[in-house]
């Protein structure tokens, strides 16, 4: 985890991860100039409860159109934010139907994509996430 600063500047290395250890990557990224946001699904049910609470959480604008389609137009356009770039860090995702977590993912890989092709850095990360996605 030492690493982790360092590693989350270089926007080649932007997508959608895992973690177990979601302390120890909020304590590593301290004085980063990267913008983090944690992201709590605590008590969601639903895909319109699963978006407000992402765009509440990442200050989306007044024209945010609240479905997965609006979601990703922000996360890719993100001109309100100064910072260099992004991590999101997500937990609670377990509590979600895999179908909604499966779009979420395909969403966030999308904007991680556009971002690092843009040289900027976007990490989403998944607190005792899937095992299929890397760890961070």
Do not use: H
């Not at 998944?126 to 996605?133: E, M, N, V």
């Amino acid at each position: 985890m030492s690493r982790l600063p360092e590693r989350v500047r270089d926007a080649a290395n932007s997508g959608v991860y895992r973690t177990a250890r979601a302390g120890e990557v909020l304590a590593g990224l301290r004085g980063s100039t990267l913008r983090v946001a944690r992201i709590d699904f605590t008590g969601v049910s639903g895909k319109e409860a699963l978006i407000e609470r992402i765009a509440g959480a990442l200050a989306f604008p007044e024209w945010f159109g609240g479905n997965w389609d609006a979601l990703e137009d922000c996360l890719s356009d993100l001109s309100w934010w100064s910072e260099s770039g992004c991590l999101l860090l997500f937990e609670g995702t377990e509590r979600l139907p895999a179908d909604e977590r499966g779009i979420l993912s395909d969403i966030l890989a999308s904007a991680a994509s556009y971002w690092k092709d843009r040289g900027r850095p976007f990490f989403a990360v998944f607190a005792g996430g899937d095992a299929q996605l890397p760890e961070l």
